[in-house]
């Protein structure tokens, strides 16, 4: 069953059966409901993370007590940010809070390192997973110093086109850290460009590469 799952993640897609088999056998399965807290900031696990099903919301909290949204982790995706390899402890620098039922993958950091150094397949996806983590920072330090209020609604349709459409304006609003009527601004603007078009209240992208370009030519 878990190699299963192991399979439907990108990671592990080049891994072969062995050592998928390796993986499996320090790998568990836990289930939680919406509303709960996987990790806080500052703990730490000795335990690599994967959403397989649901919807997981990572945030921090400013000195005010006010919560700053980071980004989505959707299902079949790596949750740990690692800063290093060199020991067995992975530190937690946000808050994970389940936004819908959930299911994760936690396998076995110490045991996923030994297999990982004899892998070279698993060696190069792991890279690449990390550099995509690395990336997600940078656009989320963008989003937060760089980006201004159209930037901002660009990325999250961009990126985050499902999860818009399923938040009220105001939670949306929030998310963003702008006002509710700023965001409406910015979508009829985008709607008079014709780069998205919005029915029944659903958004829609029509121009997906003039979107981008709205937040990929600033920073």
């Known amino acids: 069953m878990i190699v299963d799952i192991l399979k439907k993640i990108d990671l592990f897609q080049s891994v072969n059966e ?53 980004y989505y982790v959707y299902k079949n995706t790596m949750i740990s940010e690692l800063s290093s390899l060199e020991n067995n402890e992975i530190h937690c620098f946000s ?55 159209t930037s901002k609604v660009a990325f999250m349709l961009f990126n985050d086109l499902e999860m818009f459409n399923q938040l009220k304006r105001t939670e949306a609003a929030f998310l963003l850290h702008i006002q509710p009527e700023t965001l409406s601004r910015v979508l009829k603007r985008l709607v008079r460009n014709e780069i998205i078009e919005i029915e029944k209240g659903t958004v829609a992208i029509i121009e997906k590469e003039r979107l981008q370009a709205i937040f990929m030519d600033v920073g």
């Open 18 to 70: 062995e050592e998928l088999e390796q993986i499996a056998d320090c790998s568990t399965i836990s289930s939680y409901d919406k509303d709960s807290v996987l990790y806080y900031e500052a703990e730490s696990t000795n335990r690599l993370l994967f959403l397989t099903e649901g919807l997981l919301k990572v945030y921090k909290i400013d000195k005010y007590d006010n919560e700053i949204f980071l």
């Open 95 to 149: 808050n994970a809070e389940f936004a819908q039922d959930s299911k994760i993958l936690s396998i076995g950091f110490e045991q996923f390192k030994e297999i990982f150094m004899h892998s070279p397949q698993l060696s190069y996806a792991f890279s690449k997973e990390l550099i995509a983590k690395n990336h997600q920072l940078q656009c989320i330090v963008n989003r937060e110093l760089v980006f201004d209020a």
